[in-house]
């Protein structure tokens, strides 16, 4: 069965450091690899996506995602954390050989502190 | 830039009343979605819908739910009579035919059942 982990529930970070948010995903097939940002009382926002070509992606507000196949994960990355950056991140898969439908991790919580 | 949204907001309803929840997804997309969150855990697929049918469901989405697109603008989800565990955040999200896997989301409505 398609899944997708999100090991942490919350990741702390200082403002100005780097940041990671950890996704990894179960092996079937070829998969499309999203990360989604949820702010409080809204939907959620697409940030970027990984569907072929180069593993290292670059998506909105300065974040970066790279797939590793080996590994099958899909870590979000950012090079400076600020604080309006914290929110509920989202990775999700979609195996296109199942249809369209995203399966969604369970979420990580960033929190950003100055 | 064209968004989907969402309508109501918030919706509160007893228990065994029927509910229906509308979207309006972005106007030249073809793919249409729901997915729901309760409280504290992941978003989860309902229901996928193109060229006027279902095209995709999960096992949450029996016969107390149904979609339709009743004119050229509108997507809803029913649920016919609902229950206390229904009570989630209903997200609707629509994709173009030329990359259905990128999906684009609303603000969602919260649906309490008391």
């Known amino acids: 069965a398609q899944s997708v982990a999100q090991p942490e529930d919350q990741v702390n970070v200082a403002e100005g450091n780097p940041l990671t948010v950890k996704c990894t995903y179960s092996?079937?097939?070829?998969?499309?690899l999203f990360w989604y940002v949820q702010y409080p009382n809204r939907g959620l926002q697409f940030l970027l996506k990984?569907?072929?070509?180069?593993?290292l992606v670059k998506g909105s507000y300065g974040f970066e995602a790279e797939f590793n196949k080996s590994q099958t994960s899909f870590h979000l990355k950012k090079p400076s954390a600020l604080v309006s950056d914290s929110a509920l991140y989202f990775c999700a898969v979609v195996f296109m050989e199942y249809g369209n439908k995203l399966v969604f991790g369970a979420g990580t919580i960033l929190r950003v502190k100055s | 830039e064209p968004e989907v949204t969402q309508t109501p907001s918030h919706q509160v309803t007893q228990m065994g009343q029927e509910v229906i929840l509308r979207c309006v997804p972005i106007?030249?997309?073809?793919?249409f979605y729901w997915y729901r969150q309760i409280l504290g855990q992941k978003v989860e697929f309902l229901v996928s819908?193109?060229?006027?049918?279902?095209?995709?469901k999960s096992e949450i989405f029996d016969d107390q739910f149904s979609v339709e697109r009743p004119d050229g603008s509108n997507f809803t989800l029913k649920i016919r009579s609902t229950k206390l565990e229904d009570s989630a955040m209903y997200f609707c999200a629509s994709s173009a035919r030329t990359a259905p896997y990128e999906q684009y989301f609303g603000p969602g409505t919260r649906l309490t059942v008391t």
């Open positions: 092996v079937s097939g070829n998969p499309y």
């Open positions: 106007s030249n997309h073809l793919y």
């Open positions: 819908f193109y060229n006027n049918e279902i095209s995709e």
């Open positions: 990984y569907i072929t070509g180069d593993n």
